[in-house]
C-alpha cells in the first residue's frame, strides 16, 4: 500500500496530465458531433476485432469438435472393416452387414433445413459421384436421411424431420419395429409408431434401423426413447425418440449404397406382382 501512495506522489504531476486530459477529451467528444462520430466508428472497428476474434475462436473449436466426430466415426469403420470386409479403395468404404454388402461415401452437408414439414439436405455429391435416388445418408452419430434428387455435383436428401419421411426402425433391447415419421414439431423428436403394447418399452432405450428394407444396414443409431403413449384403439404405442444427432448441425454425413438393392427390389416387385 505504501508503494502505491509513493508511487501516486513522485507521479503526481503527470496523473493530474492524464486526468485533465481525459475530461477534456471527453467534454470535447460529447460536444462535437464530428468528434462523436468519429470515436464511435473507432470504437465499433475495435468491438468488431474483438467480435471477430471471439468468432474464429468459436469456429476452431467446432472444428475441432467436429473432427473428435471423424474420429469416432472412423474407428467404428475401421472396426467394421478389419472384421467383416474385403476390400478397400481410396473413394469409398466397402463393408458387409449380415451377407449384405454396402458402400459408404463421405460427403458435406452444404445446406440444411430444420423449421418446416418438409426439411431437404444438400450435400455436396452427386451422379458424378454414384450417388443415387434412395440411398441412405447417416453422420458420426447416427440416422440422417434418404437421398431424394441428384444432379452432376449435388444431392438433396430427405431429412429425417420430413413429414413424408418413413423409415423402418426397431428396440435395440427387443428387435420389436415399426416406422419412423416426424409429426413436425420438434426439431430434436422423431416418433417411432406400430410398435404393439406387448414390447417391453422403457425411457432412455436405444431406437436402431431395423434392416427391414434395402436402404439402410440393421443397427445405425437413431436415438432414445424419450417418452410414449399407448393408442388403446389400436393397441400400438406412439413413441417419441430423442435423435442422436443434432439435426440443426449437420457438417459431415456419409452416404450408403446397398449394392444388392437392385436385385432385392427385383425380387420383392416379382414376389409382389
Avoid: C
Avoid at 466415426?73 to 466397402?94: A, G, M, P, R, W
Wanted: aromatic share 10%.
Amino acid at each position: 500500500m505504501q508503494q502505491i501512495i509513493n508511487f501516486i506522489i513522485r507521479n503526481k504531476s503527470f496523473l493530474l496530465y492524464l486526468l485533465l486530459f481525459s475530461i477534456a477529451m471527453v467534454f470535447t467528444i460529447q460536444s462535437h458531433s464530428y468528434h462523436k462520430s468519429k470515436f464511435i466508428n473507432s470504437a465499433n472497428f475495435l468491438s468488431g476485432g474483438i467480435y471477430n476474434s471471439v468468432n474464429n475462436v468459436s469456429e476452431y473449436m467446432h472444428l475441432r469438435k467436429q473432427n473428435e466426430l471423424l474420429q469416432q466415426e472412423n474407428n467404428q469403420l475401421k472396426s467394421l472393416l478389419y472384421n467383416k470386409t474385403d476390400s478397400i479403395n481410396k473413394t469409398f468404404v466397402d463393408t458387409v452387414y449380415s451377407g449384405v454388402s454396402y458402400k459408404f461415401s463421405p460427403a458435406v452437408v452444404i445446406k440444411n433445413s430444420y423449421s418446416s414439414n418438409n426439411n431437404v439436405l444438400l450435400i455436396n455429391r452427386g451422379n458424378r459421384d454414384s450417388i443415387k435416388q434412395d440411398f441412405g445418408v447417416i453422420s458420426p452419430k447416427g440416422l440422417v436421411g434418404i437421398v431424394d434428387n441428384t444432379s452432376k455435383k449435388y444431392a438433396t436428401v430427405i431429412s429425417v424431420l420430413n413429414t413424408n419421411s418413413r423409415i423402418s426402425a426397431k428396440l435395440k433391447k427387443s428387435n420389436h419395429f415399426g416406422s419412423l415419421v416426424w409429426n413436425g414439431k420438434s426439431p430434436y423428436l422423431v416418433q417411432l409408431t406400430e410398435i404393439p403394447k406387448i414390447a417391453p418399452i422403457t425411457a432412455g432405450d436405444t431406437i436402431i434401423t431395423s434392416g427391414r428394407s434395402s436402404i439402410f444396414p440393421k443397427d445405425i443409431p437413431i436415438g432414445t426413447i424419450d417418452s410414449y403413449t399407448l393408442d388403446a384403439s389400436q393397441n400400438y404405442y406412439i413413441i417419441h425418440v430423442r435423435l442422436f444427432n443434432d439435426m440443426t448441425s449437420l457438417e459431415h454425413v456419409y452416404v450408403i449404397e446397398n449394392k444388392d438393392a437392385e436385385e432385392i427390389n427385383a425380387l420383392i416387385n416379382n414376389t409382389n406382382e
